[in-house]
């Protein structure tokens, strides 16, 4: 175990340190901010997270976001005296109010409990969501990547005047032939270590080989003999200071803080997005990890907070360092503090090294990261498929996101799997089942059918549709509950349980059970998870597998004989 997680953390150094120093040079902020990131977050990630294999660090895309708006805050703030260090310390200040705004928000969600805003975030909505923000990272980094500077467009449209911008690079041949080289080689290194690392893995060895350390050490010795910085013009990364960042007080005095708030709530959505919905596809992998969508909130804001007193980016889980975790087969939250001190380490001994790290390398180790989140595309035909509405949810949140940005993409995708959510548990259906025209089973028992009552939920059980359910099923129940001894509660095409959910059910069975013993029954897992989780007293309901078993329980008990009284629980409840 402690192999998987010492590889697993020791991979992911590498990875992090490249996408911290390319979210610096993206976000416009001291390259020290983010190579400092990945240190402090998987740390308080790994004490207050709740998924094992998701690493929290920068990310490409709230990067641009961020640099987006420090650089709107510098332009709205600065005049023609304005040195650049003033605006470096400016744009530091408020990108320090930033990160403490963002956390302050998600820790008041956390105790708000707020945390059913993940369970909008459907598989339609996450898959269109991963798509669009692989686009979004592989436009970013394709013009680094040639040699081009300062061709990535900010804001609303921004993907396509990235695009425009560098077609007409390339038409100008304004680019540069070596880093194109660079590039070209280091995709073949990335491309044949991916290969390798599949074969790897498959064969269940404990650790996959170090392609972002070879790559960047082939960078660098090959730019130290050739000196393609000075004689061919190669940008690189330049000088890394490997002091350790100081502690300072958030300066709580803005000028503008209603652009503050928008500001924090933009990003909140956006790292929130991207975390709950890794943490979900993460969950459906493995069993080690269970997502727990309101202690994320506490998880990123006590990142966040902290990490304002040391003026870091802002930043969330990623597929690709997730990946990297995955793979090298991490079972506990160890292989995040070895991370952490694999580059605290890295940086102190071998910090000025990395000043002659080519820029398109780093571009190139992102470029190779994201091909499992375009692979979210495959995704579209099941979808579509399977349900047409949640392949137009999958539709609008990526095309949107694309064509117009991640954030307008983001908010109509889930404003409209909020509203369809909400008029189909509007509409909830309850159904009445006789058990002699369903169930053979019952047939051979020799009971009469009227001894029981099938009330099957044909829809969620949310706060959209409790009030509605709590006044139906009692005036169903009522007119027989001298002939019933039994109520059965089929929820197997139930798929969602909120609290107001749970609240129903006990209410449910205190309405019916004086009279008869109450049964829930074919209930899916991740519900009963989260009914034991949850609920101090569930052992004051009964359960059975499924609507087969609780009828065959009858014939056992022999209902027809016993008072309800006294009558021994049908099953046993979920043990703890």
């Known amino acids: 175990m402690f192999l998987g997680d010492f590889c697993a953390g020791v991979a992911l150094s590498f990875l992090q340190i490249a996408l911290g120093i390319t979210c610096a040079i993206i976000a416009t902020v001291s390259i020290n901010i983010g190579i400092y990131t990945p240190i402090l977050f998987p740390i308080l990630y790994a004490i207050f997270g ?70 909008f ?51 100008n041949y304004n680019f540069n ?59 690189t990364t330049g000088n890394i200071s490997v002091e350790i960042p100081s502690i300072k007080m958030v300066n709580f005095y803005c000028r503008n803080y209603f652009q503050l708030f928008m500001d924090a709530f933009t990003l ?39 990490g304002s007193f040391f003026t870091l980016l802002p930043g969330s889980a990623g597929p690709p360092r997730s990946a990297v975790v995955y793979n090298n087969s991490g079972k506990t939250q160890i292989w995040s503090f070895i991370c952490s001190l694999t580059i605290a380490v890295l940086i102190y001994f071998f910090g000025w090294l990395f000043a002659y790290v080519p820029k398109s390398v780093l571009c190139n180790i992102n470029l190779i990261s994201v091909i499992d989140m375009l692979m979210s595309f495959k995704d579209l035909k099941g979808i579509l498929e399977k349900d047409r509405l949640d392949g137009i949810i999958w539709l609008l949140t990526a095309v949107t996101s694309v064509i117009v940005s991640l954030f307008d993409g983001m908010l109509l995708g889930l404003f409209c799997q909020i509203f369809l959510y909400a008029k189909q548990n509007q509409s909830a259906s309850i159904e009445i089942q006789t058990s002699k025209e369903s169930y053979e089973c019952f047939l051979a028992s020799n009971e009469e059918p009227n001894s029981i009552l099938v009330i099957k939920f044909r829809s969620s059980l949310s706060k959209f549709n409790v009030d509605r359910i709590l006044d139906e099923v009692p ?66 309901l009964n359960f059975a597998t499924n609507l087969r078993d609780a009828m065959e329980s009858i014939h056992l008990l022999n209902l027809k004989n016993h008072a309800t009284s006294d009558l021994p629980q049908i099953v046993s409840t979920i043990s703890s």
């Not at 082939?218 to 013009?233: H, N, Q, R, W």
């Not at 943490?279 to 966040?304: P, R, Y």
Request: net charge neutral; aromatic share 8%; hydrophobic share 45%.
């Open 268 to 306: 909140v959505i956006l790292v929130y997005s991207f975390q709950i919905s890794l943490v979900k596809n993460m969950a459906k992998k493995s069993t080690l990890v269970k997502a727990n969508s309101n202690q994320e909130f506490l998880a990123l804001g006590a990142c966040h907070i902290l």
């Open 121 to 171: 975030f459907t598989k339609p909505f996450n898959s269109g969501l991963l798509s669009a923000l692989g686009i979004a990272i592989i436009t970013a980094q394709i013009g680094p990547s040639l040699g081009m500077n300062e061709v990535n467009a900010m804001g609303r449209f921004g993907i396509i005047k990235t695009w425009k911008n560098l077609i007409q690079n390339l038409i």
């Open 50 to 119: 709740t998924s094992i294999h998701c690493s929290i660090g920068v990310t490409v895309v709230i990067s641009l976001i961020t640099g987006e708006q420090l650089q709107n805050f510098i332009s709205n703030d600065k005049s023609s005296n304005t040195s650049l260090e003033v605006l470096e310390d400016m744009k530091e200040e408020y990108l320090a109010q930033l990160s403490f705004a963002c956390g302050s928000l998600m820790v008041l969600a956390h105790f708000l409990n707020l945390g059913f805003i993940g369970e």
């Open 177 to 235: 032939l070596i880093t194109v080289f660079l590039s070209i080689v280091t995709m073949i290194i990335l491309a044949g270590f991916r290969v390798i690392n599949k074969k790897i893995v498959n064969k269940g060895w404990p650790m996959t080989l170090p392609a972002e350390l070879t790559v960047v050490a082939l960078g660098i010795i090959f730019t130290k003999i050739f000196s393609l910085d000075i004689e061919y013009d190669v940008d």
């Open 475 to 540: 005036i169903l129940y009522n007119p027989y509950r001298h002939s019933h001894h039994l109520v059965i509660i089929d929820m197997s095409t139930t798929d969602y349980l909120d609290s107001s959910g749970m609240s129903a059910l006990l209410q449910l069975n205190e309405c019916m059970g004086s009279k008869a013993t109450v049964v829930f029954c074919g209930i899916q897992n991740q519900i009963l998870s989260k009914l034991k989780t949850r609920l101090s007293n569930i052992e004051q």
